[in-house]
């Protein structure tokens, strides 16, 4: 295999970075990184993940700002870095910064991450902003995103926001329906009968579609 790799120092190099950074250990890391003959954006991102992981948040950006060509995965551990720790607003300048300079880099992870923080601070206008941005660069369709932008609204009190895209929607599977029956619950909006009808709907049911209507009915 190493005779197919251009570089196999660096090969080898960058995986000994993902092992120390699994284990935490960024002392040895960042020594490995150091010595790297030919680093590549996989020795990039290697080192940048277990900043960001890890918290490191000045370092974080320090590499970050020193990658000469970032690509997605660089921009999301960066915006999720920020967005894990506490620096909410940082991860939101991440994300616009990305719009504005990188956004062919944009993918369903990113959109994720930033609906989850729209969720976890209650920024209810910047998720529906965040919405719109997912129908333009074609993000509408993708279940994990999907899944987080109705979890989002139905949290957030816009059940009908929730319910609109739910509708619009040309294919949901059981994890989207489970996430809709749960905001249309009793203790959260008190659409029992739309979420009976949502359940009888479904031609595929798990156990968390039960447990909801269940516990919900009670």
């Keep these: 295999m190493l005779k197919t790799v251009t570089h196999p120092e660096t090969f080898l190099l960058n995986n000994l970075i993902s092992t120390y950074s699994k284990l935490g250990n960024l002392e040895y890391a960042h020594r490995v990184f150091d010595h790297i003959?030919?680093?590549?954006?996989f020795s990039w991102n290697a080192i940048l993940s277990i900043y960001s992981k890890?918290?490191?948040?000045?370092q974080m950006q320090q590499i970050f700002d020193l990658m000469p060509f970032p690509d997605g995965?660089?921009?999301n551990l960066a915006i999720s870095?920020?967005?894990?720790?506490?620096?909410?607003t940082d991860a939101v300048g991440v994300y616009k910064l990305m719009l504005k300079d990188a956004a062919m880099n944009l993918n369903h992870i990113t959109f994720s991450t930033m609906l989850i923080l729209c969720l976890n601070c209650r920024w209810m206008d910047l998720g529906r902003q965040i919405h719109g941005q997912i129908l333009k660069f074609g993000f509408g369709s993708y279940v994990l995103v999907g899944s987080h932008l109705l979890?989002?609204?139905?949290?957030?009190g816009l059940i009908f926001d929730a319910k609109g895209y739910y509708d619009e929607m040309p294919e949901r599977n059981v994890v989207m329906c489970n996430t809709m029956i749960t905001g249309l619950m009793p203790e959260r909006h008190g659409m029992v009968e739309e979420s009976k009808h949502l359940f009888h709907s479904l031609k595929e049911r798990d156990s968390i579609s039960w447990t909801t209507m269940i516990s919900g009915l009670m």
Excluded: F, I, V
């Design 151 to 156: 979890d989002m609204y139905a949290k957030l």
């Design 73 to 75: 995965a660089s921009w």
């Design 54 to 58: 890890l918290g490191r948040l000045s």
């Design 81 to 88: 870095g920020y967005a894990n720790y506490g620096s909410s």
């Design 37 to 41: 003959p030919q680093s590549n954006l």
